[in-house]
């Protein structure tokens, strides 16, 4: 059983920075993908931005796309989600994700195993 736990959520205001962070546990995640969904209040989830197991490609929305940086350490199992120049529209709740490679699969939705997620509030 695969585990994915998110945290460095929290509430935050506009034009700040958040990192999120999520680690993995339970099984090897030699190559597999790691990515970032949110979901807001009313709204189906969307995806974020991913990493390719090496880390040599990356992917993002393009709402978030300059703003928002994805990275992984494969040593502690962890990826991160850089967030700078938060926007209300931010605000969600943001899921860790992970799938087989290729990366792209997770922009299309493609995911294996969740995490339980952690809440981001942008405040204007």
């Known amino acids: 059983q695969v585990q994915l736990v998110e945290s460095g959520g929290g509430l935050v205001q506009a034009g700040g920075s958040l990192r999120l962070s999520c680690a993995a546990s339970?099984?090897?995640?030699?190559?597999?993908?790691m990515g970032w969904f949110r979901q807001a209040p009313g709204k189906e989830r969307e995806f974020v931005a991913a990493i390719s197991w090496s880390g040599g490609a990356t992917y993002y929305a393009a709402s978030v796309k300059g703003r928002f940086t994805i990275s992984r350490d494969n040593a502690k199992i962890t990826v991160y989600l850089q967030m700078s120049s938060l926007k209300p529209e931010d605000t969600a709740v943001y899921y860790c994700a992970a799938h087989p490679e290729p990366a792209h699969l997770l922009v299309q939705n493609f995911v294996t195993s969740w995490g339980q997620g952690t809440q981001v509030t942008v405040s204007s």
């Open positions: 339970g099984r090897t995640f030699s190559n597999y993908a």
